[in-house]
């Protein structure tokens, strides 16, 4: 694999199923965050595009609606068949553009297939139903419901640079396999993955029209597809505060956010310290904590707290740090930016007498992982979401305390919990506010088939890909009336 970039790319746009430059005769460049150059320039889509790939969306999908779910399945799987033929070239891509390791970016791919494949499979065993009038009481006999599930029209897919692969898929072959069209918009970092992405889908020969992938400034083209009155559905994973303004500005329209997180790692006082401190490690580090499921804050019983403390830190020490290329579970952050905001939180909790475990050093946006111990309430770190290799630990006296901790947060997406005693673990997991809880293990999102969903400010809707399916679709009822 080579690291350096020798020649620039322009990618095209792909509109209404044709490859196109954008008439605006403008691109984006895309830097690599730990190139630290350009390694690709996008197109700066117009809303006279974006009205056009609608338009063709709308057209296409009233045919694909009509398609058997079987003969929507055979594009999707030729699309997983052409992502793993292509895994490794994407892969470098996904390593080039969002710094995600090589290993971890290959696998991204490689489980997309299989989401994708899943999906497919998924939709054919959903199964309508039939009612019978008279099993309401004094209903009449003569009546016959047939439930079944239609397409919305057309879907707004809009997805994040941290698994520009994965989470675009997880929208668009949901969204395909109901039946509906789908305008697809990529994280700007991530613009050039999901253009890899979707050559492999095109390759697949999908219906010409049925799907544009729209790259462009959100300032153009953001608020503009969202308040589309051509968009039907809008799946979006990003920032909270990106959700709180897309649900401010869909109006009547089915909405499914994924927004971020301040997941929580309750451990009590029984915990098996090495399984926590393994989870904990593989929740907050991994690509660098840019996950919305990371573990970001620790809320341990202070009477095994310095010992975890200590196995944190030797476990910190033993991190690779540097370069995605080789492998690195500390990379660079996706941009400059980012990296100030994670070291001003840093700065935050140090200056209000937090003690620094490990860490705080720098090189332009590659933070070396750090570790806060005796964090507290007053401190920025608590509350925010770094997306970046900072761990906060907040001592707790109860599990009450800790419990009382967590839901303080504005987010509520995920919370692990580590304990040895199972009911303890089920009395915690019932109070705590979140979408998902982890019994000795740490927070992710998957497997691809389990209900994913946040709830306060981590996220609207849920996720999964059977959710995802009935999230992008409607029920429709007929109803027979018998002589």
Known sequence: MASNVSELITYNAYLAGEWKESSSGETIAIKSPWLRQTIGNVQAVTREEVDAAIESAHAAQKEWAQKSLSERGTYLERWADELEKNAEEIARTVMQEVGKGYKDAKKEVVRTADLIRYTVQEALHMHGESLR?????????NKIGIVERVPLGVVLAISPFNYPVNLAASKIAPALMAGNGVIFKPATQGSVSGIKMIEALDKAGLPKGL???????????????????????????????TGHHLSQQSVMIPLVLELGGKDPAIVCEDADLDVAVKSIMNGAF????????????????????????????????????????EDST???????????????LIDDALAKNADLVIGNKRKDNLLYPTLLD???????????????????????????EAVEIANKSEFGLQASIFTQDVDRAFAIAKKVEAGTVQVNGRTERGPDHFPFLGVKSSGMGVQGIHHSLISMSRVKVTVLNLK
């Open 133 to 141: 009038g008279d099993g309401f009481p004094g209903g009449p006999q």
């Open 211 to 241: 799907l544009s992938l729209t790259t462009g400034r959100g300032s153009v083209i953001g608020d503009y597809l969202v308040e589309h009155k051509g968009i039907d559905m809008i799946s979006f994973t990003g920032g909270s505060n």
């Open 286 to 325: 991994s690509y660098s904590g840019q996950r919305c499921t990371a573990i970001k804050r620790v809320l341990v019983n202070e009477k095994v707290a310095d010992r975890l403390v200590k196995k944190l830190k030797d476990a910190i020490e033993k991190l690779s740090v540097g370069s995605p290329e």
């Open 330 to 344: 500390v990379v660079p952050l996706i941009d400059d930016k980012s990296a100030d905001f994670v070291q001003s």
């Open 374 to 400: 005796h964090v507290t309430e007053d401190m920025d770190v608590a509350w925010i979401e770094p997306f970046g290799p900072v761990l906060p630990v907040i001592r707790v006296q109860s599990d009450e």
